[in-house]
Structure formats: structure tokens, C-alpha cells
């Protein structure tokens, strides 16, 4: 019994060490808000919102993406406000146009600017899409079939449809960028992208 209360102890007191060494280990977000900004010293002006957290990146952070429920509503309800949906009710595009900007890794970086073409979407980064491309990465999900396996509902076409334009509608925190939202892609860009997903005859759907 003695024993058994020493390892109880011993427990506890492991757990009492770890939670003060996390705490330790936490950085004063302005210091990192500091040190980021001295990275891009030669940052063009309007780049100087991209160098600084909004409300949801900030939550996310501090809940390192782990956000609890409380928070995670929080943020569903204020991204799904950003989003603009198309004037004509209609969220599917051009899926050849979707798959030109799924290869497309074109935006947003220092050698793009100033900008001398469209965005890309550059989703082969992190999705397998098409059985045809073998380079894709794995930090998402693969999307295979994407649109066969909702069986192509409408109601799936327009959950696509915001999750590309805004993911931390889907998923608070989510690693995916908030494409419409912040302005990477446009609306029909977003809608090509949907049709590569959710068209019967996409390759996407087609397995090929």
C-alpha cells in the first residue's frame, strides 16, 4: 500500500514538472510577432497583413490547433461569415480549369511578385487527387473519389465549396489555407476547383 501511494506520488509530481516546463517554455507573442516581422525586412507594405495573426490564428495558436469546443465554435461561426458565395447559386466550375490550378503552385511568394499570372492552388502539395499524377504530398487527406464517395449530393458540392473557401469552416484550426477568404483564389477559381472534386466525369471521380 505504501509503495502503491509512493507511485501515485511520484506520478503526480512527473505531472506537476511537465505542466511547469510547458509553461516555461511558452514565448511572449509579441517577441514572435517581433521576430517575424525582422524576417521579411524587405516585405512589400502590402504584405504587412500576412505578417500578423487575426483572431482565429491567434486562437489557434494559443490552443496550439487544438482549440476547445467553446473556442472552436467561436471560430466556425466568425469564418463562416467571410464567406461569399456565388452571385449565381451555381458552386461548380470548369474542372480542366481545376485541375490547371491544382498543379499550379503560383502566388503568394517572393519570387511572384508583383503578381503576373493567376494564383494557384497548388493542391497536389498535400492531396493525392488523380491516380495519373504520382507526385502529390500527404499532409491532407487523400481526395480520390472525392465527389463519387458524397455521391455527388448537392448539399456536399456546397460544403466543398466553403471548405475551400474558408477550411476552418469544416475544420477550426485546419493546416489548409483559407483560400477565398484570404483572397488566394476568387470565386470562380474556387468553383473549378469544386468541379475537379465533385464532377462525375472529373478524373478525380473517374479514377484515373
Known sequence: ??????????????????????????????KVDAAIKAAFPAAPEDWAPRLTQDETMKQCS??????DKKTADAIVAREKASIEYPADGNY?????????????GYGLRFTDYPPRRA?????????QLTKKEVS???LGPSLLEYGKL??????????????????????????????????VLTIDQ????VALLMSPDSPVNKGE
Open 190 to 193: 474556387i468553383k473549378d476547383a
Open 150 to 183: 458524397r455521391e455527388f449530393k448537392p448539399e456536399a458540392i456546397k460544403a466543398t465549396y466553403e471548405k475551400i473557401y474558408n477550411s476552418h469552416v469544416a475544420q477550426p484550426c485546419s493546416n489548409m489555407p483559407r483560400f477565398g477568404a484570404n483572397k
Open 119 to 127: 494564383n494557384g492552388g497548388n493542391c497536389y502539395a498535400c492531396h
Open 92 to 104: 461548380v466550375g470548369d474542372w480542366k480549369k481545376g485541375e490547371a490550378l491544382a498543379q499550379s
Open 1 to 30: 500500500m505504501k509503495k502503491l501511494a509512493l507511485l501515485i506520488g511520484a506520478v503526480a509530481l512527473t505531472g506537476i514538472a511537465a505542466a511547469q516546463a510547458q509553461q516555461k517554455t511558452r514565448v511572449d507573442p509579441a
Open 136 to 138: 502529390y504530398g500527404t
Open 62 to 67: 494559443a490552443a496550439r490547433n487544438n482549440p
